[in-house]
């Protein structure tokens, strides 16, 4: 299982924006509003480039779906979450093909800090980095379900 988990860290380094320019945390940074950082992410899919061609979907009823092209028979699903920290949490399970069933794994929690600066624009700041990434206007934050037809189609056939 090493394998996956290993995976799953290089998917969520490889969200990161490297398009964009990072600054260090905002003047004058608060702690935005849980429903700031909703609004933000609500609906939306952020693209995984590098090496997984996918990305994650943050649905409605704080639902959060993932699928990459090159591990194209596996499909993560489960739960995010923002806390009155400005914290962004997505929970997945991994689900895979083993044996004519499904096989699972949960993957580790991951979280992305968030702050607005003076202007009430929301910031980013991922695990073990040092840099704040604008929310707005991030290429990799895409309107809409990208990948849905091909999570559907991989419930479908994993029975799940």
């Not at 988990?5 to 935005?32: E, F, H, N």
């Not at 992305?112 to 290429?139: C, L, M, N, T």
């Not at 849905?148 to 189609?153: D, S």
Request: aromatic letters at 12%; glycine letters at 12%; hydrophobic letters at 35%.
């Amino acid at each position: 299982m090493v394998g996956r988990r290993s995976w799953l860290v290089c998917c969520l380094i490889a969200a990161l924006p490297v398009g964009a320019m990072a600054d260090p945390l905002p003047y004058k940074a608060k702690t935005p509003g849980p429903r700031q950082v909703i609004a933000a992410y609500i609906g939306k899919t952020e693209q995984w480039d590098a090496d997984c061609d996918g990305g994650i979907y943050f649905g409605p009823n704080n639902q959060a779906r993932a699928w990459c092209a090159q591990s194209s028979d596996s499909l993560g699903a489960g739960t995010w979450t923002v806390d009155s920290y400005g914290r962004m949490c997505h929970n997945l399970t991994w689900y895979w093909p083993n044996n004519g069933r499904a096989g699972s794994s949960p993957g580790e929690k991951s979280c992305i800090q968030h702050v607005v600066d003076r202007f009430d624009r929301v910031w980013r700041s991922y695990p073990g980095q040092s840099e704040w990434w604008p929310v707005k206007g991030d290429a990799s934050l895409t309107r809409g379900y990208i990948y849905q037809n091909e999570v559907a189609g991989l419930k479908k056939k994993l029975g799940i």
